[in-house]
């Protein structure tokens, strides 16, 4: 298992680095948070561009380490519950960024971190969806990881969900990872891409594949994703892709007969053969979430993103 050490949030040197951009108050000011409308909590949420949840409009979405100096600051968001890119900015100046850390906004405190510099994503102020949202640049090996016990098989007895925001870029390559939590495209789970698609696998062997979805080839400027596993281990699962029934590519279900994935990290999107592209927003459900969350999820985001 990979190991990941991080300084605790705000700490740069031993002493406390300002978090800049932090919202002073959360309730009053019209922000939408998209995880206090849902009727399921997540058990991970990440996000490079805004607070999804109120509670956490108080604290820092992100961590960057600056590519100049090595020095490092947290940022939090300004008054519209946005990443404070203008604060981030004015820190950066002429150099540029990495990113150390996103910080989970679900409560559980398990934060996405890459201690190593050269393993770290490039920040990016802007350029994902129609709206220009920023997140950060990923290729081959480039990602962030968690070992956090909280993550250990999600995909079990109650189903799975998982929402992403990213956008390809280069040529789509079949056999890439967009997130996991597996030692490669045949073990545990995986977003990964397959004919041009993205497509979920749970799988203990290569012989093994439980394939998500078929739909929604690659081709926007970017998507927003949330897939959804329901609670079937034989036969046909009824996959349901941002809120409505999808094709399906699946066999023998989901669920029953699968090897943990505890000796894993959670990795986004993967310390090998990671899709090259930009990511933003990603979160994580331990069970089949309703149709309504589907939809919720998917159509805020892709409002917001512009996708």
């Not at 849902?38 to 949420?45: D, E, I, N, P, R």
């Not at 992403?164 to 990964?192: E, Y």
Request: net charge negative.
């Amino acid at each position: 298992m990979d190991a990941f050490k991080m300084r605790p949030p705000g700490l740069r040197g031993g002493v406390r680095a300002p978090v800049r951009g932090v919202l002073r108050h959360s309730r009053g000011t019209g922000l939408t948070c998209i995880l206090d409308e849902l009727s399921t909590a997540a058990v991970g949420a990440w996000s490079v561009a805004r607070v999804l949840a109120g509670s956490w409009s108080r604290r820092a979405l992100i961590r960057l380490r600056r590519t100049g100096d090595d020095v490092e600051s947290d940022f939090g968001a300004d008054p519209a519950g946005e990443l404070d890119i203008a604060a981030v900015q004015s820190w950066i100046g002429g150099s540029s960024a990495s990113l150390v850390a996103v910080y989970d906004q679900s409560g559980g405190g398990n934060d996405l971190t890459q201690a190593t510099g050269s393993s770290q994503p490039v920040f990016a102020a802007g350029g994902l969806g129609a709206n220009d949202r920023p997140g950060f640049t990923t290729t081959g090996t480039l990602h962030l990881a968690s070992s956090a016990a909280a993550f250990d098989d999600l995909w079990a007895a109650d189903g799975f969900a998982v929402h992403i925001v990213w956008k390809p870029s280069g040529t789509i390559t079949d056999n890439m990872h967009i997130v996991r939590k597996a030692a490669g495209l045949n073990s545990n789970w995986a977003l990964f891409i397959a004919s041009g698609e993205a497509r979920m696998t749970r799988s203990t062997t290569g012989d093994t594949r439980h394939k998500g979805p078929d739909a929604n080839l690659i081709a926007d400027t970017s998507y927003a994703e949330t897939l959804n596993s329901p609670v079937i281990h034989n036969g046909n699962a009824t996959w349901r892709r941002n809120g409505y029934p999808a094709a399906l590519g699946t066999q023998n279900g989901v669920g029953a007969g699968t090897a943990s994935d505890a000796p894993y990290d959670l990795q986004w999107p993967a310390s090998v053969s990671a899709h090259p592209g930009q990511h933003s927003e990603l979160a994580l459900f331990s069970r089949e979430i309703s149709t309504g969350d589907l939809q919720a999820l998917n159509s805020e985001a892709t409002s917001y993103f512009g996708t």
